[in-house]
Each structure stands twice: as structure tokens, then as C-alpha cells.
């Protein structure tokens, strides 16, 4: 990289000729040049305190300490003295880089990453005041009606920072013990007791923040209490929750009540007195289709009641294969527990994933001021009207890199290199939704788009930057890669952006090398 070594693709073609096609790797761009000369002076090399001015200035990490640039030139010189094994390149000191060195630290995103990597966030507000990661029927595999049920898909979900986790319990056939399963379905059921060891596992492993268990429950009352004995030695730091009619939880033993915090009300009247916000905390819980039709008419409403209270969002009873809703449909209104089927990958769960990469990927994430203010009466604030602008986006596309290591020569075009572009979207308020997209780099594993664009942000707090890259073809678009970035946790300058795969897992080597900027 830097140095114009080439090597050579060979493909097929028309089964007689073979085609060559240079692999270059690209050069490190031009602003990132005009960027190594202002902090150099206009010389060869940078020393470590040049980096350390170009780190607090150029890309705003105003908590970079010297000590910090020098840990990054003993990474440097570690990759140098392994690249001089390999290829003989004149360095002057070692006690200075190059601008190439610079590039090449710049593309890793384990120390130059687009987001902030530690819980910053205020925890110590009630639980009204945050999104939660929230999975919907945990348990299954597949899809809602004939899937198997299995502590699998919860043990995936807790490794990815899902902080809630569903279970459905019900009576075995003979009465006698509690299984997992989703009712009324053909699907197989799975051992209660199985799903609580392997919550207890690993309950804490991606995050150190409480665990919620909403339990749909349709126990006879001897069992709800043998289910407390499940939960006899729970971790204090854990919370549960349920979902049930209020008349049934009055007939539960102590224990049982003990381990419910925060148990689901379904108040008779109207909407408007459902939603009312005096009293004990309360917990809801709505379909997707419910809340959009409580949004119409009582939107204001909702708002208030999420202030303090608790709303969960699910997933229509319609979406049999698993797929999911577009997520902020709740968060606009400041429902907390947006319920995703996490086996239904999909652009919805990738806004998912994307929104809880925010504060450290604790599972998490405050919800924004706008959410949480008191409006006076005549100055609602309605996530539907489109407000004044407040900010501006600039996000600038200079390249890709690393798909030529992580495919294989023939896995985009069997006759030649792919033809990488990127799509880049705002999702967010209905004011700010916008998309773009780059120019089509023909033939090339290492494309250069050095593309910019701009993206004017009403409420930047809840907008989400959608990137994916794809290779053109004739037919339906390849997939080479996605990601998701809440827009109020980019980090200025240039940055190292790594790409995921359809279902969420990060490819080992392919990034984009962007630059975010703020006005």
C-alpha cells in the first residue's frame, strides 16, 4: 500500500481467453496529503508530536494525549520492521513516519474507528430514560410458525449485547413442568430450565449492564411458583419483567411476585387513559401496528407516557418469517423496548445493530433530550412535522479496501474484478431521510470514489447513517457490505469503517477508509 506494488488477477473469458486485470493498492488521498503537510510543515515526516497536534485538531480527539501518539508510532514501527522483511523501503529516523505510515495506521479501525469504544453515557437515570436492546421471542430459530426453539438464538443474542430477552413459558403436556415455547404454533419447545442457565452464563459477558426477561406467561399457578425456584439464586444486578393480566398476578405466590419489577398493565377505557402518566411506573406493550395507530391521533400523548413509563414495541403476529418493522416508528416516540427478531436479517435489523454500537455497545443508549423535555401545550413537539435544520453532515467517501482478502478472485464476476459502489442514507425523522450514492469503479478491488456528501439534520440525535457497498451487475446488485452508525457518536476526521455481512458479522479485512465533518 503506498508503494505501487502490483500483482495480477487472471479470469476467463468466452472459455478461451484468459484476461489480466493489475491489482494496485491505492495511494493515500489527497486531503489526507494537504492534512500530513499542514502538521509537518510541509516536510517528509511527521514526528510524534506532529501526530499528536494532527490527532486533538485534525480529527478532534480532544482527549489525546501525547503518551497515546506515542503508543501509536511503537504500533507503526512494529508494521514497519515486519513490512522490511518483505520489501526494502528507505525510512529517514525512527523516530518520524510517513505519510504512507500515517495511511496505513489511519485504514486500522481497532485504533481509528468511527465510533466511540467506552460507555459515556449518564447511567444513572431511571430505566424510562434509555433505549434497550430488546430481542422478540428469543428463544426461535427461524421463523414464528415451525422453527425449533432452543437457548441457541438466546446465547447469540446475549453475545451481541441484547439486553432483553423473551420467553414464553407454558405447561409441558402433563402439567407437570414448564417449557419455552411460542404457542398455538408447530414449533418444538425448548427446556425453561435450559434458557435460564444459559442466561445466567452469559448474561454479561458483551455488556455489565442488567438483563431483562419479559416472560409472556400462561403458567397454572403451581407452576409460576416452581418457576421462582428457578430464579431462587438470580444475580441482584438482573431485572425481570412480565407480561400478563393484572387479576391472575394477585392469585401468584410471594416468591413469584418477588421476582417480577415491573409487571405489563392492560387498563380497559379509553386510549388517552391507558396512556396516563400518574401513578406507579406502568409497562406496555404494543404491536407495531398499534403503536402507528395510537401515533395518528395520540402522538403527544405517548411521548408523555414514555417519559417515565415503560413501552415495548413488537413485531406484527403477520411477519411469520421472522422480518422486522422499521425501528424508529417506536424510538420517535420514545418507546424503549423496540422487540426485533434477531434471526431476520434484513436493512431494519442492521438499523438495529447499528443504533446500539452507540455508547460503548452496552445495550443501552440515553434517549435524546428532544424525547425527554416538557412541551407547554401549544409547542408539542410531533416527531412527524419537519423542523429547522440544525446541523450539517459532510461525509466523504475516499475508498475501499480489503475484499480482495477476505473473497475470493471469482466470488463477485467469474470474468473480472467487481465493480464496487456506495450507497450511502440518512434514516431518521421524516425531515431528514435522504440517500446517495457513489460512481461505479469498474474492475477494480481497491476502489477510489473520493466522493463527498452532504446531509442537512433536524434531529441529528436520532438519525442513523445506512452505508452499503455493492457491485454492480446486470441483474440484482451483489452485496459486498453494510454497516449502521448513529449519526450523534461519529467521530470527526478520517476514519476506518468496517463492513458487516448480511446477518451482522464483521468481515475480518473490509473497510472504507471516510471522513464525517460537522457544521
Known amino acids: 500500500m503506498g508503494n505501487n506494488m502490483a500483482t495480477h488477477n487472471k479470469y476467463k473469458s468466452f472459455m478461451f481467453f484468459i484476461r489480466k486485470f493489475k491489482v494496485i493498492e491505492p495511494d493515500p488521498p489527497q486531503d489526507l496529503e494537504e492534512a500530513f503537510s499542514k502538521f509537518t510543515g510541509g516536510g517528509p515526516h511527521m514526528s510524534v508530536e506532529q501526530l499528536h497536534r494532527f490527532m486533538v485538531e485534525q480529527q478532534c480527539e480532544e482527549h489525546y494525549t501525547l503518551s497515546d501518539s506515542e503508543k501509536v508510532f511503537e504500533r507503526i514501527l512494529q508494521e514497519r520492521k515486519a513490512c522490511q ?49 430488546t430481542g422478540h421471542n428469543s428463544y426461535l430459530k427461524g421463523n414464528q410458525l415451525s422453527s425449533d426453539c432452543s437457548e441457541e438464538p438466546i446465547i447469540e443474542a446475549l453475545k451481541r449485547g441484547v439486553r432483553v430477552i423473551e420467553l414464553d413459558l407454558w405447561p409441558t403436556c402433563n402439567k407437570d413442568d414448564i417449557k419455552v415455547d411460542h404457542g398455538w404454533t408447530f414449533t418444538n419447545p425448548v427446556s425453561v430450565v435450559k434458557c435460564l442457565e444459559c442466561i445466567k452464563e452469559y448474561a454479561f459477558v458483551a455488556s455489565p449492564y442488567p438483563v431483562i426477561i419479559t416472560i409472556e406467561d400462561h403458567l397454572t399457578t403451581d407452576l409460576r411458583a416452581k418457576f421462582a425456584e428457578n430464579d431462587s439464586d438470580r444475580d441482584e444486578g438482573s431485572i425481570s419483567a412480565s407480561e400478563y393480566d393484572h387479576k391472575p398476578f394477585l392469585e401468584c405466590s410471594p416468591d413469584y411476585k418477588r421476582i417480577i419489577t415491573i409487571h405489563n398493565t392492560k387498563l380497559k377505557g379509553c386510549l388517552k387513559d391507558k ?17 402507528e395507530k395510537a401515533s395518528e391521533s395520540h402522538g403527544a400523548d405517548i411521548l408523555r407516557f414514555t417519559q417515565k413509563n415503560i413501552l415495548r414495541v413488537y413485531p406484527s403476529a403477520m411477519r411469520v418469517k421472522s422480518t422486522n418493522f422499521k425501528p424508529h416508528i417506536g424510538w420517535m416516540y420514545g418507546a424503549q423496548m423496540v422487540a426485533f427478531n434477531m434471526q431476520g436479517h434484513g436493512k431494519s435489523l442492521w438499523l438495529m445493530q447499528g443504533m446500539f454500537r452507540a455508547n460503548g455497545g452496552c445495550g443501552y443508549v440515553k434517549k435524546p433530550q428532544i424525547l425527554m423535555q416538557k412541551h407547554q401545550c401549544d409547542n408539542e413537539y410531533d416527531p412527524t412535522r419537519i423542523e429547522s435544520m440544525k446541523k450539517t453532515l ?3 467517501v475516499y475508498m475501499g479496501h480489503g475484499w480482495s482478502s477476505d473473497f475470493s478472485p471469482t466470488h463477485f464476476d467469474k ?7 456506495t450507497k450511502i442514507r440518512i434514516i431518521g425523522m421524516p425531515g ?28 441529528p440525535e436520532l438519525a442513523m447513517l445506512m452505508i452499503q457497498v ?9 452485496f ?22 448480511k446477518k451482522g458479522e ?3 479485512s473490509v473497510k472504507l477508509l471516510m471522513r464525517f465533518q460537522f457544521e
Open 415 to 421: 470474468c473480472s474484478p467487481p465493480d464496487f459502489f
Open 275 to 291: 396512556l396516563r402518566t400518574e401513578g406507579e411506573v406502568r409497562r406496555l406493550s404494543w404491536s407495531e401496528n398499534t403503536l
Open 480 to 501: 459486498a457490505g453494510q454497516t449502521c452508525l448513529p449519526v450523534s457518536e461519529l467521530k470527526h476526521g478520517f476514519r476506518s469503517v468496517p463492513l458487516y455481512d
Open 506 to 508: 464483521k468481515f475480518k
Open 432 to 459: 431528514d431521510v435522504a440517500k446517495n450514492k457513489t460512481k461505479v469503479i469498474m474492475d477494480n478491488w481497491f476502489p477510489v470514489w473520493n466522493e463527498e456528501f452532504e446531509f442537512c439534520l433536524s434531529v
Open 394 to 396: 459532510k461525509v466523504k
Open 470 to 478: 455493492k457491485d454492480k451487475d446486470q441483474g440484482k446488485d451483489d
Open 85 to 133: 522483511e518483505t520489501v526494502k523501503i528507505d525510512h529517514s529516523t525512527e523516530h518520524e513516519i510517513t505519510l504512507d505510515e500515517l495511511f496505513r495506521f489511519l485504514l486500522h479501525n481497532d485504533f481509528n474507528g468511527p465510533l466511540k469504544t467506552q460507555v459515556h453515557h449518564d447511567m444513572g437515570a431511571p430505566l424510562s430514560h434509555y433505549f434497550i436492546y
